[in-house]
């Protein structure tokens, strides 16, 4: 069979659509619980409902055996602090990140992440997704429990994060689903929420959709809707020949859910956070080359002459063996390790790193680049767990990495691995690959902020909860995203059991109808959808990066509503699957709407969320010192103040395990 680009050379002409496109067509899907979003968390609250014994139906815009930014697997898993060897509790982890981020996370939503975590993975073994050393491979490690055979990252003695086969685990998920009689709905692009009334604000009841193979309009109705969606990795650069391999996430997240969920009126909290655009291109290929951070966490690194860089405590204590850079020293209750979508730890909870002071010694020439991974001077199974088993498992390195290094003959017991060259700077944190040096200020990637949560992972919207990682306020990675969906699924499927049956408005459904094939009628001269999302992309570096002010977020708000009337309405689909790619530069202009506006309502700026506003330079007042949750009413924003710590205040209990014990199904 011919690519399509030998047979655009062969024959001169593009290929035909090959599946029956059929636009307007409408079809209705009814369930008890509807999952927007068919990754991880979404296939966990799906599976989850089902076993409560409702019906279920999954709207994905992939192909859920392997869709989402989790699809291609997961090494480790954060917050098992339940788990049979851990020395930490849920109370401890949970105060760890909240005081970490001073107060700038949803610490219930970190609390329900530690109490599910270890009975998730539980979940997985049953389903044959291996959690422990079964075949003995890494048996008298350190890292490995020889009773339980579980095996620990990071942290040897506090043992709260599990390394895990999980290449396989999209895949089991799926089939776990089928096997529940889940109705999962592939290829399917979400353009709203339906709401009583069609009005801001009122119950969610389901969705509206639009096949992005065959064009065919959707109508999912629901008593309870589940968003689990990923994130927006495309509103601040649109380069998907650089971005698609220099990123841990999926090239495909759009910001839909967020999307949804503020044209429908659901509160959001610090959209306005986020950091440096270090996973969002301009960097290498993940743990393609030489670091010493997350997966590779231990790793020594070594000059062009064999020079050793130096292991410090988080106390700026020199490490003297390789064995205690994963254990914590004196002044550390525990190290939280890396990846749970926190920004900076405090001291104590940090693990250990490469001296702090390395790009000052690269300067002065006492160490001479470029550097390198140094495998061999760890043990044998430690090599052959952070390079085999580790490598082997983490999403978008089975393949690309493990399998194509160790092809070209790549031998971890003789060889070296480079780390990329590049400025000083890109040695002032240990993963060298994502090194922000590479990329400019403007281009952002949004952090810390996203769907605001009650106890029970609710929104303010009757009938809507959210199950996912990087769009839940507390939520974090991989794991996080397990267990916020099952979490989710189930309370939507406790609510939907007496919850009365949904009565959709037919106006908004003819409304969103028409709406949605507005680029099927264009002229073939408009633009396509990728200079659109080029133009968005644009629109957030130029007036959204980094620095900002009034003035720039108005202009850019402006520019927005102008490309909306003139280019976007204009654009043109030749297929569904360009339709779809439309539909979302619709919801990435949303989300960029929502973090101007989120900006524009905070006064102040704010280090904790990597936020600067020029216009007000002061750092972290503490009249500011609270959350600004953010709402659409009849198309206006409503603002009102939240205490960071309201997870804790009235109507909820003072005490994180009781409310847990409260909510928890």
């Known amino acids: 069979m011919s690519t399509w680009h030998e047979y655009v050379q062969k024959t001169g002409k593009m290929p035909e659509w090959p599946y029956a496109v059929n636009y307007g067509k409408m079809n209705e899907i009814v369930s008890d619980v509807l999952v927007i979003g068919g990754g991880v968390a979404g296939l966990q609250a799906?599976?989850?409902?089902?076993?409560?014994?409702?019906?279920?139906?999954?709207?994905?815009?992939?192909?859920?055996?392997?869709?989402?930014?989790?699809?291609?697997?997961?090494?480790?898993?954060?917050?098992?602090?339940?788990?049979?060897?851990?020395?930490?509790?849920?109370?401890?982890?949970?105060?760890?990140?909240?005081?970490?981020?001073?107060g700038w996370t949803g610490a219930h939503v970190r609390y329900i992440i530690t109490k599910e975590s270890w009975d998730t993975l539980l979940d997985w073994e049953k389903m044959g997704i291996q959690i422990r050393d079964v075949k003995d491979e890494f048996k008298g490690a350190p890292f490995r429990d020889d009773t339980t055979k579980l095996m620990f990252a990071y942290d040897y003695k506090?043992?709260?994060?599990?390394?895990?086969?999980?290449?396989?685990?999209?895949?089991?998920?799926?089939?776990?689903?089928?096997?529940?009689?889940?109705?999962?709905?592939?290829?399917?692009?979400?353009?709203?929420?339906?709401?009583?009334?069609?009005?801001?604000?009122?119950?969610?009841?389901g969705a509206t959709a639009v096949n992005t193979h065959t064009g065919e309009f959707y109508v999912f109705k629901s008593k309870a809707t589940v968003i689990a969606t990923g994130g927006a990795g495309r509103l601040f650069t649109f380069e998907p020949e650089v971005t698609a391999s220099g990123s841990m996430a999926d090239m495909n997240s759009a910001g839909v859910g967020q999307a949804l969920g503020w044209k429908a009126g659901a509160e959001f909290v610090c959209m306005e956070g986020g950091g440096p655009g270090r996973l969002?291109?301009?960097?290498?290929?993940?743990?393609?080359?030489?670091?010493?951070?997350?997966?590779?966490?231990?790793?020594?690194?070594?000059?062009?002459?064999?020079?050793?860089?130096?292991w410090m405590d988080p106390f700026g204590n020199e490490l003297k063996t390789v064995d205690d850079r994963f254990l914590p020293q004196n002044g550390q209750p525990f190290m939280l390790g890396e990846g749970i979508g926190i920004g900076p730890y405090l001291q104590q909870f940090r693990t250990n790193e490469?001296?702090?002071?390395?790009?000052?010694?690269?300067?002065?020439?006492?160490?001479?680049?470029?550097?390198?991974?140094?495998?061999?001077?760890?043990?044998?199974?430690?090599?052959?767990?952070?390079?085999?088993?580790?490598?082997?498992?983490?999403?978008?390195?089975?393949?690309?990495?493990?399998?194509?290094?160790?092809?070209?003959?790549?031998?971890?017991?003789?060889?070296?691995?480079?780390?990329?060259?590049?400025?000083?700077?890109?040695?002032?944190?240990?993963?060298?690959?994502?090194?922000?040096?590479?990329?400019p200020s403007s281009i952002r990637s949004l952090g810390g902020g996203g769907f605001l949560t009650d106890w029970d992972l609710k929104t303010n919207l009757e009938g809507l909860y959210?199950?996912?990682?990087?769009?839940?306020?507390?939520?974090?990675?991989?794991?996080?995203?397990?267990?916020?969906?099952?979490?989710?699924?189930?309370?939507?499927a406790a609510y939907a059991k007496t919850a009365p049956e949904p009565d959709a408005d037919k106006n908004q459904i003819d409304k969103e109808r028409e709406s949605a094939y507005n680029a099927t009628r264009q002229s073939k001269?408009?633009?396509?959808?990728?200079?659109?999302?080029?133009?968005?992309?644009?629109?957030?570096?130029?007036?959204?990066?980094?620095?900002?002010?009034?003035?720039?977020?108005?202009?850019?708000?402006?520019?927005?509503?102008?490309?909306?009337?003139?280019?976007?309405?204009?654009?043109?689909?030749?297929?569904?699957?360009?339709?779809?790619?439309?539909?979302?530069?619709?919801?990435?202009?949303?989300?960029?709407?929502?973090?101007?506006?989120?900006?524009?309502?905070?006064?102040?700026?704010?280090?904790?969320?990597?936020?600067?506003?020029?216009?007000?330079?002061?750092?972290?007042?503490?009249?500011?010192?609270?959350?600004?949750?953010?709402?659409?009413?009849?198309?206006?924003?409503?603002?009102?103040?939240?205490?960071?710590?309201?997870?804790?205040?009235?109507?909820?209990?003072?005490?994180y395990e009781e409310n847990y014990q409260k909510h928890t199904i």
């Open 46 to 102: 799906a599976i989850n409902a089902a076993k409560m014994g409702v019906t279920v139906a999954v709207l994905e815009r992939g192909h859920a055996k392997r869709s989402g930014s989790g699809g291609a697997g997961v090494d480790h898993w954060h917050g098992a602090v339940t788990n049979p060897c851990s020395k930490v509790t849920p109370t401890m982890y949970t105060n760890a990140c909240h005081d970490s981020m001073q």
């Open 158 to 205: 506090s043992r709260h994060v599990i390394r895990v086969w999980g290449w396989n685990i999209k895949p089991k998920l799926y089939e776990e689903a089928r096997r529940l009689g889940v109705n999962i709905q592939n290829r399917m692009m979400p353009t709203s929420l339906l709401t009583i009334g069609g009005k801001q604000g009122t119950r969610v009841i």
């Open 280 to 310: 969002a291109g301009h960097a290498y290929a993940p743990y393609s080359m030489a670091n010493a951070h997350n997966t590779y966490h231990g790793t020594p690194i070594v000059d062009a002459e064999g020079k050793e860089v130096p």
């Open 354 to 439: 490469l001296t702090r002071n390395l790009v000052e010694l690269i300067r002065k020439g006492e160490f001479k680049l470029p550097l390198y991974a140094d495998f061999t001077r760890l043990s044998e199974l430690e090599r052959r767990c952070i390079f085999g088993m580790m490598v082997g498992n983490e999403g978008k390195t089975r393949i690309a990495i493990y399998d194509t290094m160790t092809k070209a003959g790549f031998d971890p017991d003789k060889d070296l691995f480079q780390a990329p060259v590049t400025a000083p700077e890109g040695y002032a944190h240990s993963n060298f690959w994502a090194t922000g040096v590479n990329t």
């Open 466 to 492: 959210i199950g996912a990682g990087g769009n839940l306020y507390g939520g974090g990675c991989h794991g996080e995203s397990h267990t916020t969906g099952r979490y989710a699924g189930k309370h939507a």
């Open 525 to 655: 001269e408009g633009n396509g959808w990728k200079e659109i999302n080029a133009a968005i992309a644009r629109i957030m570096r130029d007036y959204c990066g980094r620095y900002k002010n009034a003035t720039t977020l108005n202009l850019g708000l402006r520019l927005f509503n102008e490309l909306k009337s003139t280019e976007l309405a204009s654009a043109y689909a030749s297929n569904p699957h360009e339709l779809g790619r439309l539909l979302e530069c619709q919801s990435l202009i949303s989300v960029g709407e929502l973090v101007m506006k989120a900006s524009l309502e905070r006064k102040a700026s704010n280090s904790i969320l990597d936020f600067i506003r020029l216009d007000y330079p002061e750092m972290n007042p503490p009249e500011w010192n609270k959350l600004l949750p953010m709402r659409q009413e009849n198309d206006k924003v409503k603002v009102r103040d939240l205490s960071l710590d309201f997870h804790l205040n009235a109507p909820y209990a003072a005490d």
